[in-house]
């Protein structure tokens, strides 16, 4: 593909983000920022969020990731059920009581300051790391596809990709994103089915055909029943439901969607049909990767060292030029469905959590302040990114995954502490105990063959990071209850 043709295609859609975040942000004020007027409709939230939650992880690294685990990666798939059926059930409830702004306002309300700022403090952390893998993701697939055949250097992919993102966001914020997140869906989905058809075609496959070369290949297996094994399927199931509650559930980015819609109603229908949907999409994401592979050795093809290159390498190199605008639509839809609104939760967290800037007054003064904060991410996003590119070995999804059992695992075992017990901890310990739990998981997983036999710890271990922080919470509670 041409330098000219990409251009044009990522000039077009931004112009589409940038048409929606003006009209959306006509009638916008300080709060519309971070609530959306609590006036978005529970179907649009729902289809947003599909996008938002596949990212350009799912995208790229997912059918990628076939070459190495085949579909086993489905086996957390069907766990994410289990832990949304959990969101609509226990959380959403307790936050739509609430009225929170940002869900870590629970724990201030029910251990107290150092709680609550811990609690935002580490999703923080985790959503910093998150975005920048994600939006790393993407900057290199852009560098790929365009500023390379210019000589530019991957830093300023990257700031250019982050600047284009600020600017339809700072605005409207959330009230924006839930729209912005539908367009960006729809053409991730749609970017992946024409993908297919065109692989098929290349194939002489007809719908059968799809079918059964994907079921025959070797890449098709969904189920690890060896309890050793990383991708074992209790540990992927058990994992995937824990994942789907501590990153959509006590995840500020995905739940500040959920509290933009009218009522607890609203928001739990956007809850289940969103999570009904999502397992069909993830099929369809793994049956491309299966047949990106069956294409790659008919063909010829080497398979790139790191699988995440596969897609971006043959849908701009080997595909027509419209399969490759195709895969440009998809991909720059991916990164920014992911990207903004963690940019956005960012600055909503920080602003309400640690500046209190839903209680200023003066909305001139908090917009500034809040804009601030905005730039202030976006520069830190960029930095982390820089670095990561320079240290990254290994497939982005599994990155993410593995940060994520360190990062929320305390966030975790707060939550389950104050959901589940009527204890009173020492609020001024939790912050010790959410940093302790994290480093006995890193040394307990590093050591866990010698340890346990053989036995290799896989995402689970958000579970363990999780019960430790549980564990140290009780051990320093106190025998006054409290009613939550």
């Known amino acids: 593909m041409s330098p000219l043709i990409v251009s044009a295609v990522i000039a077009g859609y ?30 649009l939230v729902a289809f947003g969020m599909i996008g938002a939650s596949l990212s350009g992880v799912t995208f790229i690294s997912v059918p990628g990731d076939v070459g190495n685990i085949e579909f086993r990666y489905f086996q957390m798939v ?29 724990l201030n309300k029910r251990f107290g300051i150092f709680s609550y700022k811990t609690g935002s403090g580490f999703f923080l952390l985790s959503r910093v790391i998150g975005a920048s893998f994600r939006l790393f993701l993407v900057a290199k697939v852009l560098q790929i596809a365009f500023f390379d055949a210019f000589n530019i250097p991957f830093w300023i992919t990257v700031a250019i990709t982050i600047l284009l993102i ?3 966001t700072y605005k409207a914020g959330i009230k924006t994103i839930v729209w912005t997140d539908t367009l960006q869906t729809l053409f991730m989905i749609l970017a992946v089915i024409v993908s297919i058809i065109i692989i098929s075609n290349s194939l002489d496959l007809d719908f059968s055909g799809i079918v059964k070369t994907v079921k025959t290949s070797k890449y098709s297996s969904i189920f690890d029943w060896d309890w050793k094994s990383n991708t074992y399927f209790f540990k992927q199931f058990t994992a995937g439901a824990f994942i789907a509650i501590v990153m959509t559930g006590l995840d500020q980015d995905m739940m500040q969607k959920n509290l933009t ?13 969103f999570s009904i949907v999502l397992v069909p999409v993830n099929l369809l994401f793994l049956s491309l990767g299966a047949l990106l592979y069956v294409y790659a050795h008919k063909a010829g093809i080497e ?20 399969a490759g605008i195709v895969f440009l639509l998809g991909i720059v839809a991916a990164a920014f469905s992911s990207a903004d609104s963690a940019l956005t939760s960012l600055t909503t967290s920080f602003s309400v959590d640690f500046l209190n800037l839903d209680k200023f007054k003066d909305e001139k003064k908090a917009k500034k302040q809040r804009t601030i904060v905005h730039i202030s991410f976006s520069v830190l996003l960029f930095f982390v990114i820089v670095i990561f590119e320079s240290l990254n070995d290994q497939s982005v999804i599994t990155s993410v995954f593995k940060a994520a059992s360190y990062t929320y695992g305390p966030i975790l075992g707060l939550f389950a502490f104050g959901l589940f017990t009527k204890l009173k901890t020492k609020d001024k310990i939790v912050p010790f105990v959410a940093i302790l739990s994290p480093i006995i998981c890193f040394f307990l997983n590093k050591y866990s063959q010698i340890i346990f036999g053989g036995y290799k710890f896989g995402f689970e271990l ?9 564990i140290g919470l009780l051990i320093f509670s106190g025998r006054k209850n409290v009613v939550n």
Not at 14 to 40: E, H
Not at 303 to 322: M, Q, V
Request: net charge positive.
């Open 14 to 43: 931004f112009m589409l983000l940038v048409i929606i975040s003006y009209f959306t942000g006509r009638k916008s004020n300080a709060s519309s920022f971070f609530t959306g007027d609590r006036k978005s409709p529970w179907y």
């Open 78 to 106: 069907l766990g994410y059920l289990v832990g949304y059926f959990v969101i609509g059930t226990i959380l959403l409830p307790l936050y739509y009581k609430l009225n929170l702004i940002t869900i870590y306002s629970y």
């Open 166 to 168: 600020w600017i339809y």
């Open 261 to 273: 819609c009218r009522n607890l109603k609203d928001a739990q229908k956007n809850m289940f049909w």
């Open 303 to 322: 398979i790139p060292k790191h699988t995440d290159e596969l897609f971006p390498r043959l849908a701009l190199g080997e595909f027509s030029i419209f």
């Open 462 to 470: 958000l579970i363990i990071n999780g019960l430790f922080t549980f």
